[in-house]
């Protein structure tokens, strides 16, 4: 079983609509958890960034982790078609001393106008 | 503006060559990374580097080389050791004490002449 596992989609949706993200992990030791989004060639841009379990949000975009099930959501709100891009989860042990990230394989999400 | 820069962005390697990818970051951070990101991969960490003069192997070093001179620039060198080179790579910085905020640079492709 892979630490991360995150469905790569394609994901397609139309303006508005509002997207769900996921990813589940395997390793209980994982406390911090982020969302990068990943412009098509560019590089990872962090997103969203929260410790431990509960809900965190910004703008239209809310981070969620359910610790007991080993599950994180990003969900968008009024999607748009400047949020298309590649979503990749990514979570560790700790957030400063260790500086090894676990990356999910990325979501390809497309929002049409 | 603070950021990290990758040189060149596109790259063409013989066989038996070895190639130098460029990184540089102005923004003052003491941990850096490399990472490769193939297609349906995600991200996989080639070497990190918590200060200078200091680095670790990640996940899949095998075939590669770094150095760490300076603070703000941490070069890799993709040997001809490594058999499959073709891929996208990226490489990113992190401030003291938060290895969750890494910041990325817009990649290095290199393809195999």
């Known amino acids: 079983q892979k630490e991360v596992e995150q469905d790569p989609g394609p994901l397609s949706v139309p303006e508005g609509a509002i997207v769900s993200l996921n990813c589940t992990y395997s390793n209980s030791a994982f406390q911090y958890f982020m969302w990068y989004r990943q412009y098509s060639r560019k590089g990872p841009e962090l997103l969203m960034y929260?410790?431990?379990?509960g809900n965190k949000e910004d703008g239209r975009f809310t981070a969620q982790v359910d610790k007991s099930s080993k599950y994180i959501s990003l969900f968008i709100r009024d999607s748009q078609p400047s949020d298309s891009a590649t979503y990749l989860c990514a979570m560790s042990a700790s957030g400063g001393s260790n500086y090894k990230l676990t990356f999910g394989k990325g979501t390809l999400l497309t929002v049409n106008p | 503006d603070g950021g990290i820069t990758q040189s060149p962005k596109y790259l063409f390697r013989k066989e038996g060559q070895n190639v130098t990818l460029s990184c540089e970051q102005n923004l003052n951070h003491d941990a850096m990374y490399w990472y490769r990101q193939d297609p349906g991969q995600g991200l996989r960490l080639i070497y990190y580097s918590q200060i200078v003069n200091d680095f670790q192997k990640g996940d899949i070093a095998e075939g590669y080389s770094v150095s760490r001179e300076k603070k703000e620039s941490f070069p890799l060198t993709v040997t001809s050791a490594q058999k499959n080179p073709t891929a996208f790579y990226l490489c990113?910085?992190?401030?003291?004490?938060?290895?969750?905020?890494?910041?990325f640079g817009d990649g290095t492709r290199l393809s195999i002449l």
């Open positions: 990113a910085s992190s401030p003291p004490g938060w290895g969750g905020f890494q910041h």
């Open positions: 929260t410790y431990s379990s």
